[in-house]
């Protein structure tokens, strides 16, 4: 017997069970009479085994009851079967959809708003791409993504899922050239000099040097409480980073852009095991490095003097922006993060957000 919360479906065998036991028949001289295996007989009886048209014959040959009886039983037991089994993913589903941030994917317009559970059930099974959402979690690999965030937490993960499955869609409509890490490597001095641009241009030209490595850079809003930054995988033959505009300071932006290229070059995607703190840690060295090599950096702090000028100084002779510069100095501890001279750092605007403002400034 199967059963849910609406529905109850008895096997067909059961019935086959009732005239064993009545007739003192046993399975073993049953299957002989059947002309089948003993196996087939038990799992004729425990519903694992459809009944056949063809065994509805032999039934009505050694019971002596209807091909049709048992055909109907079938076909009863199957319908009602599928609805349990409907139901109970359904229900299954639903605690697992309690876990992704569903709201806030329906109001970036991820997902469609649907008023009933089962609605939402199935919105959230197309925007992963799956029969069932039970499928993510026991098939979805976290150590696959390599991504930079600041805390590590059950929310975090099913919001780093829907955020990474975006970023995959998102970027099957970007064209890229064959992934080539060498060509990676040479450029990334290019890429660094964009920094100083204006963030309402550089995106363009990012994506297209990223392209031409054979990345797809999609850049998507953040998530509340996935304390996500970027993120990086391999979808098919390209390699997906993802970045969000968290706090949309420049300075985080650039380093964790250069901290998810330091995961490719590194060589930390696909990793069986997922990334360790070693990992992450030789990312972070890495953007640093980029972005301001130590020996430079090392100079600068000798001196002990970091006043606006001097790390304006600074920044204009090493083409970094002055926020990346305040920002690696609150990091190592030179200067407190509730310091005046916040004023340096600079927000960078979202595509979407550029758009609008350039908008703003024409009316």
């Known amino acids: 017997m199967y059963t849910s919360k609406s529905f109850i479906a008895t096997p067909p065998g059961a019935t086959v069970k009732e005239q064993l036991e009545n007739r003192r028949i046993s399975q073993k001289e049953f299957a002989l009479r059947m002309g089948m295996t003993e196996k087939h007989i038990s799992n004729l009886i425990n519903g ?80 992963f791409e799956v029969a069932r959402l039970r499928i993510i979690v026991d098939e979805t690999r976290l150590s696959c993504i390599a991504c930079r965030r600041l805390s590590m937490t059950e929310k975090c993960d099913y919001a780093l899922l829907a955020w990474a499955q975006k970023a995959k869609i998102e970027a099957r409509s970007i064209d890229v050239g064959a992934v080539n890490l060498t060509v990676l490597n040479e450029k990334l001095s290019q890429i660094r000099s964009l920094n100083t641009k204006d963030p309402a241009t550089f995106c363009s030209e990012l994506k297209s040097i990223l392209a031409g490595c054979g990345i797809a850079l999609v850049i998507l809003p953040h998530i509340k409480g996935s304390f996500l930054h970027g993120a990086t995988f391999y979808d098919g033959k390209k390699i997906v980073i993802g970045l969000t505009f968290r706090g949309k300071d420049a300075d985080k932006f650039w380093f964790s852009l250069f901290h998810e290229l330091g995961h490719v070059l590194l060589g930390h995607l696909n990793k069986p095991d997922g990334l360790t703190d070693e990992d992450e840690k030789k990312a972070d060295d890495f953007a640093k490095e980029i972005l301001i090599p130590s020996t430079i950096f090392n100079a600068f702090t000798a001196a002990n003097v970091f006043s606006a000028s001097t ?18 100095l609150q990091k190592e501890g030179f200067v407190p993060y509730n310091s005046r001279l916040n004023c340096l750092k600079t927000k960078i605007l979202s595509e979407s957000e550029n758009i609008q403002s350039k908008q703003n400034a024409s009316e």
């Open 311 to 328: 790390i304006k100084e600074f920044a204009k002779t090493n083409n970094i922006l002055c926020g990346i510069v305040l920002g690696r």
């Open 48 to 127: 694992k085994e459809h009944l056949t048209p063809d065994v509805a014959e032999k039934l009505e040959m050694v019971l002596g009851i209807p091909s049709g009886f048992w055909n109907k039983l079938e076909a009863i037991f199957r319908e009602k079967f599928a609805k349990i089994k409907i139901e109970n993913e359904a229900d299954d589903d639903a605690s697992i959809l309690k876990l992704f941030p569903a709201s806030e994917m329906i109001n970036l317009g991820w997902i469609r708003k649907s008023a009933s559970l089962m609605g939402k059930i199935i919105e959230m099974r197309k925007f």
